[in-house]
């Protein structure tokens, strides 16, 4: 640990975190470890209460559901979603996706830590929806992943990193309606025979982590498999949440 | 420190800095530099002990400290093989690196392993300069390579250093190449070349570099294929220099050096290739790191390519590593690396460019492309980076070189592209000619036309009249100023610095009227004998700022290819901030008295051109006429009895050729040095005799109707055997004799000249000995100064 603390205090001089806005590229005051200006923060949209009492999005009343939720009974017990998936979010999320900005984890991951303080949620894992080897290798990193094992740092809850296996590589979900997303992620996902065997996850509670959150289709069947194998419960945290139109 | 520091790297980069500055400026020696980091270690056990932790300013002034031993270290001469100076030795050694090449040299520097002088052999281990001339008898072409043995006879010398005010220090520069002694050979004295081999790495690296210079030759060719090697492996050396001097022109001469745009297209096409090929991110940082590492030494590690490799590791990295690279921060810590190996890199025009275009873009580019917005976004973002990379490197640029190119703007904009694309196909060019040869002649067409397109573009930009002027270069003073100013208007300033518009109008308004004031109190009257080598040239300004070029040293056509007036004569007026001159004396119409005249007429404003005309012209003569009619220069012609007022209180009078054309005829004996101009330079009861050329039988009839004693003289045909008679000597008898002389094989200055001129009571001072030989008289007082004093 002593060596991982030298280790980050030298990456935090070639690489100083403190220097500008991640959205605007302002140099600005109290910008701390890739943190965003005053002026950008208050663009962000947050989401507030109401918010969804299963799925965590906005509606208009408290204790209300969203329409999502109302139809189709999402198998995790509760989820939360920090932002709308759109302005800023929606491009910093890309760019951290595609444009390979990994270190935009680091005030995302804040972000969420942040928000799980406002739940009085307890569990035992962290876990990322994984990504399929392929598409990792196109990728080059899976973006849950590194958002979960720091929000494990941060929490204190140990990570289980391969916690789910993705055995189907699935075509992207963004042109898909909500029946072929479902159809698309049919036996897409596993747990490894390994944690099957030990019984990792028998009798645990769970926070599945991802990104977007958009029909719930991914995290749905994510909760799916896991419950399978013997899983307590599954909370589940995103970064935003889009709304399916 | 109330806040807490964001980038440590600029202070600590700073500090060393300012070390370096110390060490050498000052030499501190080392019994100061323990001192200091006694009393540091003392301090910071105090510190640490009272407080628990090392405070900033303690580190800061370690690293201070350090700066100063390393640049102290590193500034130590070497003076080993001191005691063979002058004398014929032989070396045998290995070829590091080639240097240079041109039609009767060759230059490269061996690593000497023996050295043997009167059949003794001595062991060292010590860089050398060799330059191989071939002689016209015996002319062959021997083919000298990277890593090959070589054994060599030659004379032994030390590099020249600064020979004139403000002049290039050949010395230092190959001082901080670890290079003291230079070795001159001819062809006939290489005894021996083996082929060799460096020890791996350095062989697959020559290998590697070999190979691609193959490539281009093999199937490009010509002078496109020279660019190509000067552009992607750095062979600068290689190119024709008119061509280099049509970049200089054109301002796109850092497209020669490899740097950020090379080492930025190399990592797009990195990038590129490990996104194809499907790479995690840390094996393709290993791969980018691994081919940057080895291309920067492939390409020889100027500061330019270290750093802009480092920077771009750094880049890299942080996606690697999910961090993001901050550039100012990246461009700070480049500096500090180098400066670790190499801390006299400070003093380098490559660093320095390098830098001033780096820190330009990195402070100044949004600026720039805010201002652009109404056009296309990749031409307002090009724009933006070559007017911020401008806005660095232009005072040093001036200040170094002595030229602004108001065309660089368009050339840059034009030429940048067209590299891009001769850069990304030129690295690759060599790989697929290994891969698919079939291809490699078309391919190599297609470039080789590219290339030319690309030359054609630069001599066109090149050729206008307002491509690039000449200008003086700005003191010390304004360079820091401007720099400070340039630093705290950006973006980036320290957040200290509360009212930067305020404090930089405060400081351009105080250089201004130094600038002003500063020159009132300079009102001496100043005669520098500028050292041009085997050649006259004196340069005389008066104390109310009028400025005099008598002579300006040169070569006949045809005997080397060293332009004196281009590289000597003009540098030294523009450095020491001449850029008109109101009178230009031609003394006669020899070469090594006028050549060097015809730059600074066709680069300076010059208001008269005063002579004597040859009576036999050469072809020299007649450019430079020519050329002063052009330019509209009025020409006067001296004939004794003449007097010309400078300024105030300055006044020549022309003692000599005489009027009468009988008398002349009799005293010319066939010589144009009989046609010298003879002029007492007066300034209150100051006499200054410049005597040109003239030899004995002027000499004695001048001595009959001349009756003053003079306080300098300039010794008539650089101390030579033919003038300087007993007689004209003793009827002037100067206090001070100066002999422009340089190194030659006529034996100037003749040994019984010199006992003459110290029979009078002459004090004796030699442009060989001593460099250029200033004198400053002011108010009956006076004041010589030499450049060299050893």
Known sequence: ?245 | MGERIKRPIIWVAFAYIIGILAGVLFRWGLAYFYMGLALLVLGAGLAYMKWRTLSLPLLLILFTLAGAFNSYMNSIPDTVLDDLLGQKIIIRGQVLELTGQSESKQSFIIEAHSLEHYQKKYNLKNRIKTTVYSNFDNKQDIMIKAGDWIEVEGELEKPQGQRNPKGFDYRSYLARRKIHYVLGVPQRKIVSVEPGKFPWPRSWIVHMRGFMADAYDRYIGGTPATLLKAMTLGERWALPSEIKDQFAITGVAHILAISGLHIGFLVLMLLWLTNKLRLKSGMAFIVQGIVLLIYCAMVGGNPSVVRATVMAIVLVGGRAIGRKADSLNSMFLAAFIILIFKPLDLWEVGFQLSFGATAGIILYSKTFSDKFKRLPRNIAGSLATMASAQLGTWPLIAYYFNIFSPVSFAANLILIPIAGIMVTSGLLFPILVSILPILASVMGWWLWWICSLFIWANKWLSGFSWSSLSVVSPNLLFLTVYYIIFFIMSGQRPRWIKKPACISGILAFTLLVSLIIAPIFDNNFKVVFVDVGQGDCIYIRTPDKKHILVDGGGKPPGMGEFDVGKEVVLPFLLKNGVRRLDLVVMSHGHEDHMMGLIPVIKDLKVDAFLEFPPWEPTDGYKELKGLAQRKGVKCLIGKGGDTYRIGRDVFIDIIYPVSDKNLLEGLYENNENNLSLVMNIRYGDINLMLTGDIEKGVESYLSEHWNEEVSVLKVAHHGSKTSSIKEWIKVISPKVAVIQSGKNNFGHPNPDVLERLEEQGAKIFRNDNSGAITFHFKEGRCRIDTVVNE
């Open chain 1, 1 to 245: 640990m002593a060596l991982f603390k030298v280790w980050e205090s030298f990456l935090d001089i070639i690489y100083p975190m403190d220097i500008r806005c991640i959205l605007c590229n302002e140099t600005g005051e109290g910008i701390t470890n890739y943190g965003i200006c005053k002026a950008c923060l208050g663009d962000l949209p947050f989401i507030q209460p109401p918010y969804c009492g299963k799925c965590g999005k906005t509606v208009t009343r408290q204790g209300e559901l969203c329409p999502d939720c109302r139809d189709s009974n999402h198998p995790y017990k509760e989820g939360l979603a920090i932002f709308e998936y759109r302005d800023g979010i929606r491009d910093l999320i890309h760019r951290y996706k595609y444009g390979g900005e990994k270190y935009l984890s680091m005030p995302m991951s804040r972000w969420m830590t942040k928000g799980l303080k406002t739940r009085n949620w307890s569990f035992d894992f962290v876990v990322p929806v994984p990504l399929h080897p392929a598409r990792l290798r196109e990728r080059g990193f899976n973006q849950s992943q590194l958002l979960a094992s720091r929000i494990s740092r941060d929490a204190g809850v140990p990570l289980l990193d391969k916690g789910i296996l993705r055995i189907k590589n699935t075509p992207h979900q963004t042109k898909l309606n909500r029946q072929e997303r479902l159809q698309n992620l049919k036996d897409a996902f596993a747990v490894r025979e390994k944690d099957r065997a030990l019984g990792t996850i028998q009798g645990k509670t769970l926070l599945l982590v991802d990104d977007v959150y958009t029909t719930g289709s991914t995290v749905g069947k994510c909760t799916d498999i896991l419950l399978e194998n013997g899983a307590a419960d599954v909370y589940v945290i995103t970064l935003a949440a889009g709304t399916y139109v």
